[in-house]
C-alpha cells in the first residue's frame, strides 16, 4: 500500500478537483490503531478495511463506504458519517459519542406498525405493539423490538390466521404461536444489528428472502 500520509494528501486535491487528485482506495487495508484524528476521508473506499481501534475521533467520513469495514473499539467521537455505507460493518465497542451518523433508522420510533419475520421457514406477520420499545441498526436491515403479536402466517402463498407454533430460526427454545403477543428483552445498542430482540424485517420481500 501506497503511504498513508501520501494517499489522504492526494484525496484531499481530489476533493477539490478530481482532475488534479486521486481518491483515497483504501479497500481491505490494514488500518488498526491508525491515527487518523480529523482526517478528510469523505467518499473515500474503505470497504473491508481493518481500522479496529483506530482514531477517527473527528474525521469526516461523509458518503465514505464503509461496508464490512471493522471498526470494532475504533474512536468516532465526533466523527462526520453522513450518507456513509455501515452495511455489515463491525462497530461493536466503537465509541460514537457525538458522531453525525447517517439516517439509519427504517422503523417507526413509536406507535403500532405492520413488521415481517422469518420462523421455520415461514414468513409470520407481525404487529409491533404500540408500548413496545424497538430499534433500527446503524449496520444493516434488520430492526428488531420487545414485544409483538403474531398476526398470520403466509402458508401456500395466502396469510393463515389460525392458531400454530413456530420456533425461532436462531433459538428452538423461543416460539412464536399466531394469535398470540411475545415479548422479550431487548438490546438498544445501534451499533449491533443481531443482539437481544425480536428480529423483524419492514418488508415482507426481506423477511421471505432472509
Known amino acids: 500500500m501506497e503511504n498513508l500520509k501520501e494517499i489522504l494528501e492526494q484525496h484531499s486535491?481530489?476533493?477539490?478537483?478530481?482532475?488534479?487528485?486521486?481518491?483515497a482506495n483504501l479497500r481491505g487495508a490494514n488500518l488498526v490503531n491508525a491515527d487518523l484524528r480529523g482526517a478528510n476521508l469523505a467518499s473515500a473506499n474503505l470497504e473491508g478495511a481493518n481500522l479496529r481501534s483506530a482514531n477517527l475521533r473527528g474525521a469526516d467520513l461523509k458518503s465514505a463506504d464503509l461496508e464490512g469495514a471493522y471498526l470494532a473499539s475504533a474512536d468516532l467521537r465526533d466523527?462526520?458519517?453522513?450518507?456513509?455505507?455501515?452495511?455489515?460493518?463491525?462497530?461493536?465497542?466503537a465509541?460514537?459519542?457525538?458522531?453525525?451518523?447517517?439516517?439509519?433508522?427504517?422503523?417507526?420510533?413509536?406507535?403500532?406498525?405492520?413488521a415481517f419475520k422469518k420462523a421455520e421457514g415461514v414468513v409470520l406477520k407481525l404487529q409491533i405493539l404500540e408500548g413496545a420499545a424497538r430499534v433500527s441498526s446503524l449496520v444493516g436491515r434488520k430492526c428488531r423490538a420487545s414485544a409483538v403479536r403474531v398476526l398470520a402466517a403466509w402458508i401456500d402463498g395466502k396469510w393463515d390466521s389460525s392458531p400454530r407454533p413456530l420456533r425461532s430460526t436462531h433459538d428452538s427454545q423461543f416460539v412464536y404461536c399466531v394469535g398470540t403477543d411475545v415479548s422479550a428483552t431487548l438490546d438498544s445498542d445501534i451499533r449491533v444489528e443481531c443482539t437481544k430482540g425480536i428480529h423483524f424485517f419492514m418488508t415482507f420481500e426481506e423477511a421471505r428472502d432472509y
Open 95 to 114: 465509541n460514537l459519542v457525538g458522531a453525525n451518523l447517517p439516517a439509519f433508522s427504517i422503523c417507526p420510533t413509536e406507535g403500532a406498525f405492520i
Open 13 to 23: 486535491e481530489w476533493l477539490k478537483d478530481p482532475a488534479q487528485g486521486k481518491r
Open 79 to 93: 466523527a462526520d458519517l453522513r450518507d456513509a455505507n455501515l452495511v455489515g460493518a463491525n462497530l461493536v465497542g
